[in-house]
């Protein structure tokens, strides 16, 4: 493609009134996996911004030749946490502090202004012209305008094309590498341990309880409170020991907090079957037919608890898991009996599978169940900063910074 085609790619904002037939023929080619293998697809139920369309800021840009589309990405803006210090309240002020009975030693969050770019997408007959280069560029100069520090994107380890298309032409470095966890939904439900209590977190107090326990863990978004609030939010659930709780019942994070069980752990949900579908396909008549045997015998069967295949070659729908947190030595024990609820409440609305993402080294991973050949191990997230006057400059460079054990992974951008 000479020089003089190019300058023809005209890059605009995505207009839903005349766009959204030729954005969907985009999405539609970009789906298409290599001949005989299996590939995702992704039905955004005719609102080509839904992934995005949750954050404090968005935008969705378009390329077009002439008429045609022929590429397009989604971006988004919020702020979050980058690190932690000591409060200069609490460094500066320690008599304050100490009449008070304020925590001395807890540090509290660093905030910055982050972007997240998603859903790039250049039609095949018009890849390696530029056109992804130029989407991305685009994209960053709105960031920019609207003062995000850094950028960050999440694409998998062998998307060669990508991963180089970042880090090679647009300056960004690999950062973190997050597992994807996706667990099945049966057709029977999971039994709940009974020795253990369930309990149902009004938003308010789900969001007094992340603020106290993990808003210094990165990625925190700052307005954790409109997430909670958000329609698509199923619920927040929190675990305990049965009969552990010092006032008999639940009586406010505040009480909780202050005399915590020896252990507890906690989660939110969200809603992505109104956002999304998902359809597996190019699978094999074989393989569907046992996917399906196993269905109708777990549906026949229940108490057996056979681990069925749920009907994934149909559209689908999925919750996500996000905000989990615990602490305690039976904390995984405890998160296990959460994700059980919540499969339970996911097969009630009719999801295919329940999703998490949480940092590689995450602690509690290990109560988390879920299907090794269903999930990704490694999900890459490369980072750029666009610029260097916004956040205090207490953390110095974000993008240099080792991991944390944990990592907050916004549902409103899964
Ligand atoms: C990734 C994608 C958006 C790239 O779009 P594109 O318009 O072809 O990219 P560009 O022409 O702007 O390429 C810019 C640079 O990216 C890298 N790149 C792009 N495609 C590549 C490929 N297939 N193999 C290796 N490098 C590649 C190259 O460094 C390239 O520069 P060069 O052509 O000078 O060597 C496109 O392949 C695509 O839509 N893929 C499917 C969807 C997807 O994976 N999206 C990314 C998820 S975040």
């Not at 589309?69 to 100490?98: A, E, H, Q």
């Not at 057709?187 to 938003?203: E, G």
Request: proline fraction near 6%.
């Amino acid at each position: 493609m000479g020089e003089e085609r190019v300058d023809m790619i005209v890059v605009r904002e995505f207009d839903p009134r005349k766009d959204g037939v030729g954005v969907e023929e985009v999405e539609r080619r970009c789906e298409v996996g290599p001949g005989g293998k299996l590939s995702l697809f992704t039905d955004l139920l005719g609102d080509p911004i839904c992934r995005v369309r949750n954050s404090p800021a968005f935008l969705m840009l378009v390329a077009e030749i002439g008429e045609e589309i022929v590429g397009m990405i989604r971006g988004c803006i919020k702020t979050v946490t980058c690190g932690k210090k000591l409060s200069r309240t609490v460094k500066n002020n320690y008599s304050y502090n100490v009449i008070n009975n304020n925590d001395l030693s807890k540090p509290v969050p660093v905030y910055t202004k982050v972007a997240y770019i998603l859903g790039l997408r250049v039609s095949p007959s018009h890849r390696r012209m530029g056109i992804g280069l130029k989407l991305v560029h685009q994209m960053e100069d709105w960031f920019r305008q609207n003062g995000a520090e850094y950028s960050y994107i999440a694409t998998e380890n062998d998307n060669h094309a990508s991963v180089k298309l970042f880090t090679d032409k647009c300056g960004y470095s690999k950062f973190r590498t997050p597992s994807i966890l996706v667990n099945p939904v049966f057709a029977h439900r999971v039994p709940v341990s009974n020795r253990v209590t369930i309990i149902k977190l009004t938003p308010h107090d789900a969001e007094l309880l992340y603020r106290r326990r993990f808003a210094t863990t990165e990625f925190f978004p700052r307005d954790i409170d409109s997430v909670l609030k958000n329609k698509l939010n199923v619920g927040n659930f929190l675990a305990v020991p049965r009969g552990s709780l010092k006032s008999g019942s639940w009586a406010g994070p505040d009480s909780f907090l202050s005399d915590p069980p020896e252990s507890w752990a906690v989660l939110s949900v969200w809603n992505c079957k109104d956002v999304f579908r998902l359809e597996v396909r190019g699978a094999s008549r074989v393989k569907r037919t046992f996917a399906k045997t196993t269905r109708v015998v777990d549906k026949a069967l229940p108490f057996l608890r056979l681990p069925s295949v749920p009907a994934v070659f149909r559209p689908f729908g999925l919750y996500f898991m996000y905000g989990l947190g615990g602490e305690g030595p039976r904390a995984a024990k405890m998160m296990k009996a959460l994700c059980g609820h919540v499969h339970n409440l996911a097969k009630e609305s009719g999801c295919g599978v329940v999703v998490t993402e949480v940092a590689n080294r995450e602690p509690l991973k290990l109560g988390i169940p879920h299907w090794k050949m269903l999930s990704c191990a490694e999900d890459l997230w490369c980072i750029k900063r666009l610029g260097e006057d916004y956040s205090d400059g207490s953390v110095g460079d974000w993008t240099k910074s080792p991991p944390g054990l944990s990592i907050f992974v916004d549902p409103r951008e899964f």
